[in-house]
Structures are given as structure tokens and as C-alpha cells.
């Protein structure tokens, strides 16, 4: 996981901590030479912050977020007194500073007590692209929020795709949840209306409602969407982006954000993803925060996101 992009920060805090390397400027160098310090001049690291910023939009980091990244080591970096044993190590608090910052929102969710201090049922709406992953995390969202105790209704919102009933249906089967669904091609801010009236009824914490894929430019499906939103009124809007396809994903979730709202993402596909910035660029864009992310086809393959497990898995 993120394997790619942790070995450019390894190059990246290699290259400025090679203070006898030839990026060094003589002065510097000179400057240094008397003192158990040395101060970095812009000239001294421009080319490496340069060829760093190449390899992070390389990595799925988008480019406003490289720039930010870029920004922030410069503030960290220049005109400082660094001890000259210690360049590595703090070129490495600098990197966990600067990235710990991208991720640390103002409006974090812990999602299990939001849902415990929610009236009864919480309502969770989940959408993306096609084949994101969004009836798959719902199974797991499901199995996870069992695990914690809340008792959980689906939602067969997706009454667009052919198969997409009989595929939630047969995860709800599998898990021992009731699933509410109509026949294909009705009305899916109907069906999620029963789930939550089933829900009321029975006195269930939890509808978690599936939708058809949708691209973020699809003005009638961005329509419906708002229409499922406006009458269902859910305490929770999930965007569930594949982390695979990158920067694609920050613009979905950026188009979605602007078009419905989203409180929080899911990213999904994380066990292949190589590269791992689109966790960050999904972060700094939208504002908003990775709840949970997929890590693999089985129901436990859903994991808490975590600030710092992510910065020491890119930091080492
Ligand atoms: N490796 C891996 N595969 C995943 C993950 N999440 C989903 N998948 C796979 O991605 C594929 C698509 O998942 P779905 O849940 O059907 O995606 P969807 O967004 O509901 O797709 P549509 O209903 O067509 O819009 C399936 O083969 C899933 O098993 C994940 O975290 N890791
Ligand atoms: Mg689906």
C-alpha cells in the first residue's frame, strides 16, 4: 500500500539531507563548514522541491495539493538552523507536519458515536461513480456497524442497473439483514423512503441506502440524487470514490460535494493502491473527512481511516 509514493519521500529527505551533495550551494557549504548547523537557502533545495512536486502529481497527488504540500516544506525548510547530523530527521517531522496538517480537519466523524448520539434511524446515503465500490462498502458498513452493535436495514436504491437488486440483495442474505427493494426501474427515493419507514417500524438503528452509479456530470442523475436527498433527508451523504483512479476521484467527489453535499468519504480499492495521493487530495479539496476505507472483497476488508497510521505508512 502506498509504496510508490513512500519511496519519494524516502528520495525526497535523502536528496536534502545530502548536505555534501552537489545541490548544495558553496556558500552554504562554506557557511556550514565552522558550525555544528547549517541554514538551507532556497537556492540550495529549489530543484529538489521541484522534481519532489513531479513525483507527488506522479502519485495521484493533485496538483493544488502539491502546491500546498511544496509551500508548507518551504516554510519548514528555509532559514532554519538544522543540526547537521539531524537534516534527515527533521526533514522527516517537517514531512509528518506538513502532511498531518492536510489531514487534520477541523470537522473530524467518529462515526459510532455519531450514530449513538443520533435519533433512531440514522439515515446513511451512499454515492459515486459506477463501480466505485458503493453496494460492496455498504455490505461491510453493515457487517462493521453489527459488529458494534446497531441493528441495520438496506436500502435496493440502485433500481437502474440490471443485477444491482439481486447483488445487494444477496450481500443482505449473506449478512442476515433485511434488504427493502421494488421491481428495476422504480422510483429510488421511494424505496429508500420504505426502508426508513420499515425502519421506524421495527425499530432499527440504522438504513444504510444504496444508489445507481452515477457520473458527476449527469445533470438527470445528479437531479434524482437531489431528489433521494431532499426527501429522505439523511443524517450522513457518503461519496465513495475508488482510490485507483486518482485525481478522477477528487474531481467526482468535488463535482458531488458542489451538487448535493457530502459529509464524509469512503475510499475504496486501497489494498492495490500503489500510490496513495488521492487519500490526500481527496482530504485537502473537499475539507471532507475519510471515515473508513476499503481494503479488500471480503466484509471485514473495511477499515477506520486513520490520520496517523496513513503519515507513518507514507513516512516509514
Ligand atoms: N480490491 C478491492 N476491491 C473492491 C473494494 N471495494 C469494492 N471492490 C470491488 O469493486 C467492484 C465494484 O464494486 P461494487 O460494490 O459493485 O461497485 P458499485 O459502486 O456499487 O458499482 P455500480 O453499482 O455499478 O455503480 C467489485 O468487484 C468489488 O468487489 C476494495 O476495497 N478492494
Ligand atoms: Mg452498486
Request: glycine fraction near 8%.
Amino acid at each position: 500500500m502506498f509504496n510508490l509514493l513512500k519511496e519519494k519521500f524516502r528520495g525526497f529527505i535523502g536528496r536534502v539531507a545530502g548536505v555534501d551533495s552537489e545541490e548544495i550551494t558553496t556558500g552554504t557549504k562554506i557557511k556550514g563548514m565552522f558550525s555544528r548547523s547549517i541554514m538551507l537557502s532556497e537556492r540550495d533545495i529549489d530543484n529538489i522541491l521541484h522534481d519532489f512536486q513531479i513525483d507527488l502529481i506522479e502519485n495521484d497527488v493533485a496538483f493544488q495539493t502539491s502546491e500546498v504540500i511544496i509551500e508548507k516544506l518551504r516554510g519548514e525548510l528555509l532559514n532554519r538552523d538544522i543540526e547537521k547530523n539531524n537534516i534527515g530527521k527533521f526533514v522527516r517531522d517537517s514531512l509528518r507536519g506538513v502532511l498531518s496538517d492536510i489531514l487534520n480537519l477541523e470537522k473530524e466523524i467518529d462515526i459510532i458515536k455519531t450514530i449513538q448520539e443520533s435519533k433512531k434511524p440514522f439515515k446513511v446515503i451512499f454515492f459515486g461513480i459506477n463501480g466505485s465500490g458503493k453496494t460492496t462498502t455498504i455490505a461491510k458498513f453493515a457487517n462493521y456497524l453489527m459488529k458494534n452493535n446497531f441493528s441495520v436495514v438496506l436500502a435496493a436504491g440502485d433500481t437502474f442497473r440490471a443485477g444491482a437488486i439481486e447483488q445487494i440483495t444477496k450481500h443482505a442474505d449473506s449478512l442476515n439483514i433485511k434488504v427493502i427493494s421494488h421491481q428495476k426501474g422504480g422510483d429510488s427515493t421511494a424505496v429508500i423512503y420504505d426502508a426508513i419507514e420499515h425502519a421506524i417500524a421495527r425499530n432499527i438503528d440504522v438504513v444504510l441506502a444504496d444508489t445507481a452509479g452515477r457520473m458527476q456530470t449527469n445533470v438527470n442523475l445528479m437531479d434524482e440524487m437531489k431528489k433521494i436527498c431532499r426527501i429522505n433527508k439523511p443524517d450522513l451523504r457518503i461519496f465513495v470514490g475508488d482510490a485507483l483512479t486518482g485525481n478522477d476521484a477528487v474531481d467526482q467527489a468535488e463535482k458531488f460535494n458542489k451538487e448535493i453535499g457530502i459529509d464524509a468519504v469512503i475510499l475504496t480499492k486501497m489494498d492495490s493502491d500503489a500510490k496513495g495521493g488521492c487519500a490526500l487530495s481527496i482530504t485537502d479539496i473537499t475539507k471532507k473527512p475519510i471515515i473508513l476505507m476499503g481494503t479488500g472483497q471480503g466484509y471485514d476488508d473495511l477499515k477506520e481511516f486513520n490520520r496517523e497510521w496513513f503519515v507513518d505508512r507514507i513516512l516509514g
